[in-house]
C-alpha cells in the first residue's frame, strides 16, 4: 500500500505539469492568433484607405483610361465617319455616369476637324458686392507730405494705361468715366491721383480717369468741359456712368461709393470749407454722377456758364425739371477735404450767372451737349490718367452796361 502511494505520486505530478504545459500552448497560440487577425485587419484598413485614395485622387488627376479611351474613340470615329462610338470602361476606378459623359464629349471633340477646336469656356466671374468688403470707412486726409507722380505710380501697379483699372476677382455692374476739368492744376492733380485710386479700386470700380484740359488763357468753363468729358470718354470705351470731380476735392469716406445710382448722384455734400455742412438744398457742386441715361434726359449740361458759378444750380434745375430727385449719401459719409488754393487767374465769378439760372427752363433743350462744339488737340494716355486738351472757343462779348 505504501509502495503504490509513493509510486502515484510522481504521475500526479508528471500529468499536472503535462496539463500546465498544454495550458501555456493554448494561451499562447491564441495571442499569436489575436495578433495575426489584428494585423491581417490592419492591413485590410491600409488596402481599403490605400484604393480610396486611388480612386479619389491618382485616376482623378492622371487620367490614363481616359486618354486611352479618346484614342480608341477617335480612330473609330475616323473609320466610321460620321458615327461615334462611345467607349465607356466601367471597370475604371471612380467610374460614374458623369465621367462617361465628360468622356463622351471628349470624344466628340477629337472627332472633328482640327480648325473647329474651340477653348474650354473660362469659369464666370461673380457679379462685385453691393458693399465690397475691403473698405475701411473714415479716412485721414492730409496735403502736408510731398507728392511726385512716380510715387502714385508705385503705389498703383494694377492700373493700366489711361488710368483704367478693372476688378480681377468680380464683374463690376457698370463702366465708370470719372471726369475731371482742368487747367494749371498739376499739382492738385497728384494728391488726388493718390487718394483716388486706392478709394476706388477698394470699391471694386471698373473706371477710367479722363482730364479735360482747357487750352489757353481764356475765361474758364467748367461745364462745357464736363460735356466734351462725356463725349470724348464715349469715344474711348462703353461708359454706362459719367462721374464729374473737381480736381481739389478728395473723399474722407471711402463708403462713398463711385458708382451711379437711380438717381442722379451728389457726392460732396459736406465739404470741409462749409463747415461739412450741405450749404443749401439744391447745391449740386463739387463731385456728381448721372448715368448716361439721365445725363442724355437733361441734355448734358450747360456750355454757357463762362467764369466762376452758376453751372451747378443750373444743372440741378435741369434735374429737377426733368423729374428727377438729387440723391445724397449720408452727411457724415459725404465728407470731403479741398485742397486750398487762390482762385485760379481767368475763372473770375459770372455776374450774368443769376439771370442764366433763373433761365433753365427755356435754355436748356437748346444749351446743351446737343449744341456742344470743340476741337480735341491732342489726346495723351499716361500711366494714370488719360489727357484730353481741348480748345472750346471763347465767351461772348458781355453787354455793356447801363
Not at 500529468?15 to 495578433?35: Q, V
Not at 479716412?139 to 480681377?168: A, Q
Request: charged content about 25%; aromatic content about 12%.
Amino acid at each position: 500500500m505504501g509502495l503504490a502511494r509513493g509510486g502515484g505520486l510522481p504521475d500526479a505530478r508528471s500529468r499536472a505539469a503535462a496539463t500546465a504545459s498544454t495550458m501555456t500552448r493554448l494561451m499562447l497560440g491564441r495571442t499569436l492568433e489575436r495578433i495575426c487577425k489584428g494585423v491581417l485587419l490592419l492591413c485590410l484598413v491600409h488596402f481599403v484607405i490605400m484604393m480610396i485614395l486611388y480612386f479619389d485622387v491618382y485616376s482623378q488627376r492622371f487620367d490614363i483610361f481616359s486618354r486611352f479611351n479618346n484614342g480608341r474613340g477617335a480612330n473609330a470615329s475616323r473609320a466610321a465617319g460620321a458615327h461615334h462610338y462611345y467607349y465607356y470602361n466601367s471597370t475604371r476606378p471612380n467610374a460614374t455616369f458623369a465621367n462617361f459623359l465628360a468622356t463622351a464629349d471628349q470624344l466628340l471633340a477629337s472627332g472633328r476637324p482640327e480648325a473647329n477646336h474651340t477653348p474650354p469656356t473660362p469659369k464666370p466671374i461673380p457679379p462685385c458686392p453691393e458693399v465690397p468688403p475691403g473698405l475701411v470707412g473714415r479716412l485721414l486726409i492730409e496735403f502736408s507730405s510731398m507728392m511726385t507722380f512716380e510715387r502714385v505710380l508705385r503705389e498703383n501697379p494694377n492700373v493700366t494705361e489711361g488710368g483704367k483699372y478693372s476688378p480681377h476677382d468680380c464683374r463690376a455692374k457698370q463702366r465708370v468715366a470719372i471726369i475731371i476739368p482742368f487747367r494749371h492744376r498739376e499739382h492738385h492733380l497728384k494728391y488726388w491721383l493718390h487718394y483716388l485710386h486706392p478709394i476706388l479700386r477698394r470699391q471694386k470700380i471698373d473706371y477710367g480717369i479722363y482730364i479735360i484740359n482747357q487750352l489757353g488763357e481764356d475765361t474758364f468753363n467748367r461745364a462745357k468741359l464736363l460735356n466734351v468729358g462725356y463725349t470724348e470718354a464715349l469715344k474711348d470705351g462703353e461708359y454706362d456712368c459719367f462721374i464729374f470731380s473737381d480736381v481739389d476735392l478728395i473723399p474722407m469716406d471711402d463708403r462713398n461709393l463711385y458708382h451711379c445710382y437711380d438717381q442722379p448722384r451728389h457726392f460732396a455734400i459736406a465739404m470741409d470749407k462749409f463747415g461739412f455742412r450741405l450749404p443749401y438744398a439744391g447745391y449740386f457742386g463739387g463731385v456728381s454722377g448721372l448715368s448716361r441715361k439721365q445725363f442724355l434726359k437733361i441734355n448734358g449740361f450747360p456750355n454757357e456758364y463762362w467764369g466762376w458759378g452758376g453751372e451747378d444750380d443750373d444743372i440741378y434745375n435741369r434735374i429737377t425739371l426733368n423729374g428727377m430727385k438729387v440723391s445724397r449719401p449720408d452727411v457724415k459719409i459725404g465728407r470731403y477735404r479741398m485742397i486750398k488754393h487762390e482762385r485760379d487767374k481767368h475763372n473770375e465769378p459770372n455776374p450774368q450767372r443769376f439771370i442764366k439760372i433763373q433761365n433753365t427752363k427755356n435754355t436748356m433743350r437748346k444749351d446743351g451737349i446737343s449744341s456742344l462744339m470743340y476741337r480735341v488737340v491732342s489726346v495723351k494716355r499716361y500711366a494714370l490718367y488719360t489727357n484730353i486738351s481741348v480748345e472750346i472757343g471763347k465767351p461772348p462779348p458781355r453787354p455793356l452796361r447801363g
